[in-house]
């Protein structure tokens, strides 16, 4: 059974993963017949208040909090290596605009986590295919911007893909329910929450980014 990274970044859209983007990445990975191996970085980082979306000043493990999507089983990425896995997803939410990496704060000057930065290039130097939704292609373009120039979407923001194309990726826009395949480096991306105005467009888009995931391996 192929096994597809799931790396998350805490647990919820303000300071984690998009719990609704990460929960249809498992769906589709489990449609496919294939194995979803969760993880995420051993972390702290800045808890928002989810009903007023305000920080609270305490802090929060990601690997932790990333552990009530995985239903606790987890692991902390830095013990995984691209030789354990056929293919890697990132769904987004702003934990991997903030704890994946700081592209929040810095934009195109952003700096990956390291264990993260690790893994990605692992997967790019064993081609294997790598997924990224909503605005965790921030994260690829941050890695592979100036060595590769993927291809990749966050949708039609052009504030966000400006930032992109400093970074030397090329953004290209993608309606909601579509996604973005670049075959050369094996990147597939999709725009979920960056576009999206109903669940049930989340829902397509990123049933088709999986499945293009898949296909690559």
């Given amino acids: ?22 929960v249809f990445t498992l769906l589709a990975i489990d449609q496919c017949g ?21 920080e609270t000043g305490a802090k929060r493990n990601a690997l932790v909090e990333s552990a009530r999507i995985a239903r606790g089983d987890i692991r902390n990425i830095a013990a995984v290596t691209a030789a354990d896995l056929d293919a890697v997803i990132f769904p987004g939410g702003f934990g991997a605009a903030k704890n994946l990496c700081d592209f929040a704060v810095k934009g195109a000057a ?8 690790r893994l990605l290039k692992e997967m790019a130097a064993a081609k294997k295919p790598i997924g990224a939704i909503c605005i965790a292609p ?44 670049d075959r050369e480096n094996k990147l597939v991306s999709t725009p979920a929450y960056m576009l999206a105005t109903h669940i049930s467009e989340v829902h397509e888009g990123i049933g088709k980014c999986v499945r293009e995931v898949i296909a690559l391996i």
């Fill in 138 to 181: 921030v994260v690829t373009a941050a890695v592979f911007g100036k060595e590769l120039a993927p291809t990749l979407t966050i949708g039609t923001d052009a504030g966000t893909a400006a930032e992109i194309g400093k970074t030397g990726a090329r953004h290209q826009d993608c309606a909601v329910t579509e996604c973005v395949v």
């Fill in 1 to 22: 059974m192929k096994k597809v990274g799931v790396v998350l970044s805490g647990c919820g859209v303000r300071d984690g993963s998009e719990i609704h983007e990460a």
């Fill in 34 to 54: 294939a194995e979803a191996v969760c993880m995420a970085p051993d972390a702290e980082f800045p808890e928002t208040n989810h009903a007023t979306m305000e």
């Fill in 110 to 117: 952003a700096s990956v986590h390291p264990e993260v930065a």
